[in-house]
């Protein structure tokens, strides 16, 4: 699929960081290529708040509160991995359906996320939060 950086850009985040964001790869949670089951669907991550190492004990509980707040907002969601195309980073997320783009920026806000991604029938974008 395609990536197009989404308007406002990357102005927040540094080059190099907003380019492995451009270069990530969604897989299914057992690493298997995934590929959304309807559009549009969101992929938004709850774990390593402003880009903070990796925290297992931290990094879990925020996974599970995020997966908690969509199951209060009832958006049919699954679990899903963001990941570097060599895999040697991986972070937990979920893709998410029935939802609104900003409701797809919120969610990555509440979580101090630099972005969310969008899968629509145009392609992938990169949102900036």
Known sequence: MDVEKASGGSESVNK??????ESAIIVSSSGSPWEPSSLPCFIVSACCPHS???????????????????????APHEEVVGQSPDGQWQEPCWAIYNITEGQALALGRLYDQWAVFRFNDQGRTVLAC
């Open 16 to 21: 190099e960081l907003w380019l492995a964001f």
């Open 52 to 74: 903070l190492p990796f925290d297992s004990a931290r990094d879990s509980a925020l996974h599970r509160d995020l997966e908690g707040l969509l199951k209060v907002l009832g």
